[in-house]
Nanobody, 122 residues
């Protein structure tokens, strides 16, 4: 069973930085595509970034150049370094052992963590 625990969310001002962490268990982390999603009230779920088993990365247009995804396979940990944050980045951020952009309910239930809140004030 996939188990993902996020941490590192919080409140910052515009221009600030945060680093999200996700500790994974219950599957072979080295072989998994991992991702970060976010969801703000009234907004569509967004695939923010993903990293493949080979280290290949993807970033959404809205965060490219500001966010960096990386992982530590020795710790079964996934990270998202977020710099130059803006109020538009305010959302609940979810770690996932999947990169399906449809954010389907079944995938959310089985392959996502519980989320961590990021709030950016102007």
């Amino acid at each position: 069973e996939v188990h993902l625990v996020e941490s590192g969310g919080g409140s910052v001002q515009t221009g600030g930085s945060l680093r999200l962490s996700c500790i994974a268990s219950g599957f072979v982390f080295d072989d998994a595509v991992m991702a970060w999603y976010r969801e703000a009230p009234g907004n569509k779920c967004e695939l923010v970034s993903s990293i493949g088993e080979d280290g290949a990365t993807f970033y959404s247009r809205s965060v490219k150049g500001r966010f960096t995804i990386y992982k530590d396979t020795a710790k079964n940990a996934l990270y998202l370094q977020m710099n130059n944050l803006t109020p538009e980045d305010t959302a609940v951020y979810y770690c996932a052992a999947d990169n399906d952009p449809s954010c389907s309910p079944w995938v959310r239930e089985h392959y996502w963590g519980q989320g961590t809140q990021v709030t950016v004030s102007s």
